[in-house]
């Protein structure tokens, strides 16, 4: 019997159940998190990348309905970005935009913000044109960008990635990033947190010592 076979009272019943389980427990998407010290930023090239052709800008209101053909996303977010220390850098050839990504210097938009270190800033929604993924464009705009952030006085560079985008992890990590924790928000009973699972044997042990103070502080307190 199909769902739309079954009769009304089953299909109210299921879709109950449903809301029940995800009230009881429920994920967002998971985000793995990257950090990369400026200190080994390098310049990349490509074949099919001509440098002398390529600009990285700031983008200007007149880019959006070229943004908006790449499909970037959180265009509407755009004024909310810039007002909070954020800038959007486009890749331009002769061609048109290529490519577009947020830096952000002070703090970035996570549940709903969150304050950065001091000499790290994050790259965040980095996308290259669909006509051209594959010809090196990425690496050779976010490298240049990197080296010259660092000569900014900035000294870590950051991002997170959804844990199923492979093309993104791969450039990523081509360009030197490294994975150090998964991030995502969990749901239980109601109640929401951000649940953060780091990856090497010393963050574990890190959160376990901070967890063991953060429980004896509230034991003396």
């Known amino acids: 019997m199909s769902a739309t076979n079954r009769p009304l009272p089953v299909r109210l019943a299921r879709r109950a159940a449903r809301r029940t389980l995800n009230w009881i427990r429920w ?27 390529l600009v990285v800008r700031a983008a200007v209101k007149e880019d959006m309905p070229a943004l908006e053909r790449m499909d970037f996303p959180y265009l509407e977010r755009y004024e909310e970005f810039l007002s909070k220390d954020g800038i959007l850098w486009v890749g331009e050839v002769p061609e048109g935009l290529v490519a577009a990504f947020w830096t952000f210097h002070s703090g970035m938009p996570l549940y709903p913000w969150f304050d950065l270190p001091e000499g790290t800033f994050a790259v965040e929604h980095a996308l290259v044109s669909p006509d051209i993924r594959g010809l090196g464009f990425g690496p050779v705009i976010l490298g240049a960008k990197l080296i010259e952030m660092r000569e900014a006085g900035y000294r870590v560079a950051v991002l997170k990635i959804l844990d199923d985008n492979r093309r993104s992890l791969k450039t990523a990590r081509r360009i030197g990033f490294r994975p150090t924790c998964l991030m995502y928000r969990r749901t239980v009973l109601g109640r929401t947190r951000t649940v953060v699972e780091p990856w090497t044997p010393f963050a574990r042990h890190l959160v376990r010592e901070t967890d063991a103070q953060i429980a004896a502080r509230s034991a003396d307190g």
């Open 27 to 53: 994920e967002s998407e998971r985000y793995i998190w990257h950090e990369m010290p400026l200190e080994d930023a390098v310049p990349f090239t490509s074949r099919a990348v001509d440098t002398s052709e």
